[in-house]
């Protein structure tokens, strides 16, 4: 048996919960990322709100629609060498008296790329499932709820969203081209209905999967040289006991807690 | 039955917990546990405490004492460590058991003089190597049980053992007895009342807990309740 026990039922840890994930500070990243024949290049921030707790026996804290809120800003480079042929302008010799064979150079048209940016912000509500993580690190007892496993995020409209988002932006700009405009922004709106919303979430899914698949929410954070009594006067020094071992678990009797228990000398 | 009963937060120590948190509290600050007048203690470090001599007509400075007790160690009810027949041990109480030490000065040797016991023309005795301004004193050592309850403290909210009762084995005749159990049981619950757990540590440090039940006694447990 432990020296010390703690324990919280399946209301107190819900609220413990609610505390912990509320100080979760927002994630970023930024990376790219490929859409069919477009290239994006993203910065995505990410942050959470509480769900409803769960406690299940021996080790397992299910958060129930927590939510993931999360914006991404996009530059999706449109490369019209995609759309467009590759028009060069040959070489031309002629023979002029008196100077020779005269060639004019081979022009090309580099058809350039177009970037064009996308900003898009929604939340996903999450089901997933934590596992209890107790580390001895930097000399503190750590105890964390960490996700278990790579949870599937159901974008649903977000993705036609982005795509209708995608479409707005570039239309313009692909009708601006001269001459061709109008057959850019018709070839472009064509590929993007092509990629459709599984596509987009193809794209979505490993931007913000990571921000959920890399979750622990801090439960437990204490020095092993724990502070017993802090200094009484000049003559009463602290008090420090160590916490040799920390444990943790769910357990089930007739109620689901989260247990702590510590050994001390 | 679950922990939290029918509260929020459960937080529960072993009395092997209490032990521990009783000897780093006396390691730490073992001048709770030694006191005396300047002939035996002539400043209050963290080592000891010093108090006044006990004043008395004739005697010149008082007369010097000291007590020393060793680090008290607690059982929780139900009974493991037995108690001697005066003493039971109810529901929500624990037993203290340590040893004391009284000690008074029949002389005292002032800083500077010389010790009458050691005469320089002796060279060949041991020498007396207590420094100077100590007292010998004449002492006698007593094993003491006693009976306790926990009490709620405030700032910071926490935990005190406050004796009930005192025991001490063998010493005849009973009145002298019942004087050194008078003396005993007021010095310990004084000694007592400055170990002050704060509920922080008897949870360590886990979870957070305002207290709305407790604390109690059970299983050999100090065990209290609350909310977050």
Redesign the interface.
């Known amino acids: 048996m432990a020296e010390i026990t703690v324990a919280i039922d399946e209301v107190g840890a819900d609220q413990l919960l609610d505390t912990a994930i509320g100080l979760i500070p927002p994630q970023v990243a930024s990376g790219n990322g490929a859409l069919g024949p477009f290239v994006a290049s993203y910065s995505a921030a990410a942050s959470f709100a509480p769900g409803n707790v769960d406690l299940i026996a021996p080790g397992t804290i299910r958060i129930e629609d927590f939510q993931l809120n999360w914006s991404l800003n996009f530059s999706f480079g449109i490369d019209l060498s995609t759309f467009l042929p590759d028009f060069c302008i040959p070489q031309v010799c002629i023979n002029i008296p008196c100077v020779g064979k005269v060639c004019t150079p081979e022009i090309c048209v580099d058809w350039p790329t177009i970037s064009v940016p996308v900003s898009i912000s929604d939340f996903l509500q999450v089901t997933a499932d934590f596992g209890l993580s107790v580390t001895l690190s930097g000399g503190s007892w750590k105890v964390a709820a960490v996700v278990q496993g790579i949870p599937s995020l159901q974008f649903g409209l977000v993705s036609a969203a982005l795509l209708v988002a995608i479409s707005a932006a570039l239309t313009p700009i692909l009708l601006a081209v001269p001459f061709i405009g109008p057959f850019l922004a018709v070839a472009a709106n064509a590929i993007l209905l092509a990629i459709g919303i599984g596509g987009v979430t193809g794209l979505l899914g490993p931007m913000l999967t990571p921000f959920v698949s890399g979750l622990s929410i801090p439960i437990y954070n204490q020095p092993q040289t724990f502070e017993a009594l802090p200094v009484g006067g000049p003559f009463d020094p602290a008090v420090f006991i160590t916490l040799d071992s920390v444990g943790a678990s769910i357990t089930s009797d007739t109620e689901d807690e989260l247990v702590l228990e510590v050994d001390i000398t | 039955?679950?922990?939290?009963e029918a509260?929020?937060?459960?937080?529960?120590?072993?009395e092997?917990?209490i032990n521990?948190?009783l000897g780093?509290?006396f390691a730490?600050?073992p001048?709770h546990l030694n006191y005396g007048s300047p002939g035996f203690v002539p400043s209050?470090?963290?080592a000891a405490?010093q108090m006044g001599a006990i004043p008395f007509p004739g005697a010149p400075g008082g007369i010097d004492w000291a007590v020393q007790l060793a680090p008290p160690t607690v059982d929780l009810h139900p009974e493991t460590d037995p108690l001697p027949p005066e003493l039971s041990l109810g529901v929500n109480q624990l037993s203290v058991s340590t040893a004391v030490r009284l000690c008074v000065a029949c002389e005292t040797r002032r800083e500077g003089e010389r010790d009458p016991d050691q005469p320089d023309d002796y060279p060949d005795q041991p020498r007396d190597d207590r420094p100077p301004g100590k007292a010998k004193g004449t002492c006698f050592d007593l094993k003491i049980f006693a009976v306790a309850h926990l009490q709620r403290t405030f700032s910071p909210d926490g935990v005190v053992i406050v004796v009930d009762a005192v025991e001490i084995v063998d010493v005849e005749p009973s009145e002298l007895e019942a004087v050194l159990e008078c003396l005993i049981l007021q010095i310990l619950r004084a000694v007592l009342a400055d170990v002050?757990?704060?509920l922080e540590?008897?949870?360590?440090?886990?979870?957070s807990l305002t207290l709305t039940r407790g604390p109690e006694v059970e299983n050999d447990q100090l065990e209290v309740y609350g909310?977050?």
Do not use: H
């Open positions: 039955m679950s922990l939290t509260e929020r937060v459960f937080g529960g120590i072993t092997q917990g521990n948190l780093a509290f730490a600050r001048r209050t470090t963290v405490t002050r757990l704060p540590t008897l949870r360590a440090g886990a979870f909310n977050l």
